[in-house]
Structures are given as structure tokens and as C-alpha cells.
């Protein structure tokens, strides 16, 4: 089986989108932008043994490279259209493949998402790249710099299950809550439109939710509060290490791929209510400082970063 | 270095493109695309001792991945506006880094074409990804599809160049004409303009030219004599290995990035004559018979194909 070949048996399935003109099978992807539309793009790689267990399920891991891309689109604020995919494999096992393009278009379906194109190499390691666009209303983008004092921080779902999570992979169990979702990440793709135009700012927690924030307290010259013990925490995180190490999780560990947001208020589109929590607030000197009840407590900046 | 650090430092310059609202350093940047318009996007990668030689200057890499996808948007027809990094490193070395971005910024900057956003990771081989979009008045991409029998098959520049000069790398020498050529292809950006909406249809010649033409055939249920003996081979390739062996390499070899494209006759566009060469034509019964003068030559199909 040559790269043709297989790109012709696993990823070229039919679309009917009105969005795509000419997809998989040439040399480039023709697309029809919707008018009067801004565009975002994303792009977001997967290596394995760096950012998935290498025992995870090819299925697993076609869902994931898609679903951190769609979490970047909704943190952007834009509705996801199109992918193009960059797939270096060790060597082209048909199973391997067939599951895989089998989680890639599942998560790619949940949102309508076009796989437009894409190029398949051969390499001494499996890295996965997915790069998407998505469109917005002009001037509606999220960004990280808009965070202002007074706005009150949210999350969407809960933390730190994703950290949890990884973790019971290495303890051989792939299936259970925690580990789906570190494996299947939910993309808050509806939270992230409902919010465009209206959030200040807003991140996706990729690295962590201290780290994270951070990133948009730097870009928003800002600081927070942090009320720990507001944290969204599942029950399923609880039961399984405890409050304290919940709360680790839910601040240091990253892959939760939640919405973090900031809202004046007033402002919170009804509909999204019962999926985020109120964290914390936004305040004017810079820095984060995070309160449990009514002592402050000490951190670590424990988000992931690459080559540190 | 962090890789936030790495991307400030290297991934970061300005651009006053009006078609860019926001870059690097958010989830995702915002694009704003001409009106009425259809986007073409195309995906490249390189994967290193695989696509190049592991000994190639980091500029090069950077220049070459940029100008290998710059060459699909041209086989499309396309004008190229925006693209996207994907960077899997083994480490991170300042000044390969430093090399590497002033060559992916060179070629972006010979069509105007901005860094909007990217991802870098680590991994145990060295991946570039780089994804580009651009667009093209609506109905005149170009497609492998459309040859018609009677149809004039033209190539862009020179065909061999690149893989008598991937073959200089492993002598040691990467710096003369030959090895130029593999290292910095010349991206038909303007040609495949010039062609959009006229050519019938039109491949990038990336495998081979027996190879790609044959993906034309494929996709356009036709056939085609080509003409061996008017195949464009540069002086420097002639003196290097001679007739025999540089038709061997124009026809067999990859990596010329050239534009091969059919078109009747009367419609070739003025101004691209002096750069194309008539090297055959289409005819209805499948498959490729290939002319040397009067004698019909055996070829086989050389073409890379990763997998097989």
C-alpha cells in the first residue's frame, strides 16, 4: 500500500459541505469561505510518547488531534469548518489506520468539520498534525489580552480529570472516565461561539489552568484571585486521589482542553450557565493569587512546556 | 528556552498585511480573506533523512518547506496568502532555529505570504509540517482532472535538476547548481496564476514527471505521448551526468517542483512562454507512450512513493 493508495482507502470520504468545492485527491483543497466572514486557524501536533500514551488506542488518537484542534477554534470563538492533516507514521498498519480515520472523522462529525486535505509521510516516529479553520462575525474573535479588572473568571466543566487521567494509562486502564477524558477531550465548541463578541478573553487549558491563566493575565496586564475552593472538580476525580491532589490536578495538570474565560458579569450568555463555574475575578495588580475559603494558598506555575 | 520563548523569538515578526487581523501568540490567528473569492489550502511535510538529507543547512530546510507548498498552491492555480507551522524538533538549538526561520521567512517573503500561527513540539526526529492557504477567483482552480485530448502538455523550467542534486549532498557538496536546485525549488507561483482558469489541468511535479503526468491521466481518463526528446534539461545537468542519465532524472527523478500542465495550444497566456516547453500532448486511449525522435522509449514508473 502506497501513500496514494492510502489516503484513498482511509481518508477520503465523501462530503457534501456547500464550504467545500474540491477536497482530498489533488493538489491543494478548494473552499468557499462563507461571505463576510473573518477566518481563524489553528494548527496543533500530537507526538507519541510526548503528548499520548503510546498504548493509546489509534482511535483514541485520531478523536484527540482533532478535538484539542476544535478546542483551539472554540477558544478563538470561531465555528470549526475545515482540517487538513500531516500524518508521519512508522509504518502503514491497515488496522492501525483504519481506527485511527475512524476517530479522526467521528470527532470531525460531531461539528460538521470537512477533512480537506492532507499529506502522509513515513517517519521513525508517530507524529500527528492537525491544522483547521473555522469563520467568525468580523471583530468577534477571543483572545487571550482583553481580560479586564472586574471580570469574573470561568471554567467550563471540570478540572484535572484529563491529568488523573494520563496517569491511569500508565496503570494499564484506558477505559474508565478519567482516562476517556484525557483521550477524548470535550471540545467547548458551542461555549466558544455562544461567547465570541461577548467574553473578554478566553484560553483553552491545554497546560494547565495556572499556566494558562497566566498567559492571559501577561497578554491583559492584569492579575486574579483564584477561589481554589470553587474549582469545578468531578466526583470521579475525588473518589479516585482526594481533594488535595484533585485540586493539583486541576491547577498544575493540563489536557483538560475547558474553556477558561473572563466575563464582565451581566454578560453570561444564558444557555452556557449550567456547564461553567465562576473561578475567580479579575483584578487590576498584576499577579495570581489563589485563596482556599479564606486562606491564600501557595502554587506552583506546574504547567507543561516544551523543551524546559 | 520554552517553546512560548521559542515562538516570541523566532516565530514572531510583524506583519502589516491587511489580510491578517491577528498572528502568533493566541489560540489561533484570525485571517480576514479577500471578498468573493474561494480559498485553495494545501499540507507539506518534511521529515528529515526522509524528504532531505539530514545534512542540509537549516535555512534551506526552512526555504524548502515553504517553497514546496507555495508549489501546490501554484499547481492549483492559487495566489498564496497565509500558512501555518507545525515544528517537531529533537532539540532546541538557538542557531539552527535562527537559520531555520530566516529561510521559511525568505521564501514566505518573495510571495507576501505571513506566518499567521504554528505549533512546536519535541520529538526524536526532526518533522517539519507547514500548511498554506490562499485564494483564486471563484471557478478557476486547477485540477489534475480536466486534460482533453489534443491538449499541448507543458512543463515549467527544467526537469532533473533536483535529483542529480539530491545526489550532490551525498558527495559532500550542497552549494553548486545541482544541489540548489534540490534545496531551494522554485515555487511556479506565478505561472500557475497566469494559468488559472485556462489550463485544463495541472500537477506540481513532485514524484516525477512520469509519475505526476500519470496522476493527470488517471484523474483525466486519458492518455499521452511525450516528446523525450524536447524535455527541458539544464546545461549544468547535461555536463554533470550526461543525455542518458539526465533524462533518466527528468523523467524518474522527484523533487523538481516544476509545473507540468495541459492546455490547447491557443490558450497558453503570452507572457509564460519564454519559462514553459511543449513536451507532448494528450490523447484519448490510456496510457503514456513516450518518444525519443522517431523510436518509442521503455520507462519505468519511477516516481516516489512512500510506503511501497
Known amino acids: 500500500m502506497d501513500e496514494f493508495e492510502l489516503i484513498r482507502r482511509f481518508f477520503s470520504r465523501h462530503s457534501d459541505s456547500p464550504l467545500l468545492v474540491a477536497g482530498v485527491g489533488d493538489d491543494g483543497a478548494v473552499l468557499r469561505p462563507p461571505a463576510g466572514r473573518e477566518l481563524v486557524t489553528v494548527i496543533d501536533t500530537m507526538v507519541a510518547g510526548t503528548h499520548f500514551p503510546t498504548c493509546m488506542d489509534a482511535r483514541d488518537i485520531g478523536y484527540r488531534i482533532v478535538a484539542i484542534n ?9 465555528i470549526p469548518r475545515w482540517m487538513t492533516l500531516a500524518l508521519t507514521l512508522v509504518d502503514a498498519d491497515e488496522a492501525w489506520l483504519d481506527e485511527f480515520a475512524t476517530g479522526l472523522y467521528e470527532a470531525a462529525g460531531e461539528w460538521g468539520v470537512v477533512l480537506a486535505g492532507g499529506d502522509t509521510t513515513k517517519g521513525e516516529q508517530l507524529v500527528v498534525s492537525v491544522q483547521m479553520s473555522g469563520d467568525l462575525a468580523p471583530g468577534t474573535a477571543l483572545y487571550r489580552s482583553g481580560a479586564k479588572a472586574g471580570d469574573t473568571i470561568y471554567v467550563t466543566g471540570t478540572l484535572g ?4 487521567g ?7 486502564e484506558s477505559r474508565d472516565y478519567l482516562a476517556r477524558r484525557f483521550a477524548r477531550p470535550t471540545a467547548r465548541v458551542a461555549a466558544g461561539r455562544a461567547l465570541a463578541g461577548i467574553a473578554h478573553a ?11 491563566l497566566a498567559k492571559v493575565l501577561e497578554a491583559s496586564g492584569a492579575g486574579a484571585e483564584l477561589d481554589v ?10 473518589d479516585a486521589v482526594g481533594r488535595e491532589q484533585a485540586l493539583q ?5 493540563g489536557d483538560d482542553y475547558e474553556l477558561c474565560f473572563t466575563v464582565p458579569a451581566p454578560l453570561l450568555p444564558a444557555g452556557i450557565a449550567p456547564e461553567v463555574t465562576a473561578i475567580g475575578r479579575i483584578v487590576p495588580d498584576a499577579g495570581l493569587v489563589c485563596r482556599d475559603g479564606d486562606s491564600v494558598v501557595p502554587f506552583d506555575d ?3 512546556r516544551h523543551f524546559r
Open 249 to 253: 490536578h486541576a491547577m498544575g495538570g
Open 202 to 212: 478566553a484560553i483553552d487549558v491545554s497546560d494547565g489552568l495556572v499556566a494558562d
Open 166 to 172: 494520563l496517569g491511569r494509562f500508565a496503570e494499564g
Open 161 to 164: 480529570d484529563a491529568a488523573a
Open 70 to 78: 476544535l478546542s483551539d477554534i472554540a477558544a478563538m470563538g470561531g
Open 229 to 238: 475552593h470553587r474549582l469545578p472538580l468531578s466526583q470521579e476525580l475525588l
Open 302 to 304: 506546574t504547567g507543561y
